[in-house]
């Protein structure tokens, strides 16, 4: 039996305080998925690196403005990357049930489809 490599799934929003550490908590138990957070602003409490995109096999935005961040930012990085846009906006603090809702109805579909590939 061999070892099966995990999905790395990396969350963005811009201070990565409430809704890409939210993501990050609710798939970091899913079976076949590691997860990151970080953000893409300046004071981010964990911002965004070239480490973390050649890390992630699947780049998941909360906003358009973010997804357009990193393609500017790391154009060469991750033009080869799974990167979609959750539409998710800045209204939900950490772990609200309302943004966990969300998350498993934009990312979960997308994790899942990304695993069995």
């Not at 550490?21 to 070239?50: D, H």
């Not at 790391?74 to 603090?93: C, G, N, S, T």
């Amino acid at each position: 039996m061999t070892d099966v490599k995990p999905l790395n799934v990396l969350f963005v929003c811009s201070r990565n305080q409430w809704r890409s550490p939210t993501g990050e908590a609710v798939f970091r138990k899913m079976a076949g998925v590691a997860t990151r957070s970080a953000g893409t602003s300046r004071n981010a409490r964990r911002k965004l690196s070239l480490s973390d995109i050649r890390w992630a096999d699947l780049i998941l935005v909360m906003e358009e403005k973010h997804a357009s961040r990193i393609r500017a930012d790391f154009r060469q990085e991750v033009r080869h990357k799974a990167l979609h846009v959750l539409d998710i906006p800045d209204d939900y603090r950490y772990m609200d049930e309302d943004l966990i809702e969300l998350f498993h109805e934009a990312a979960g579909p997308i994790i899942a489809n990304a695993i069995a590939d």
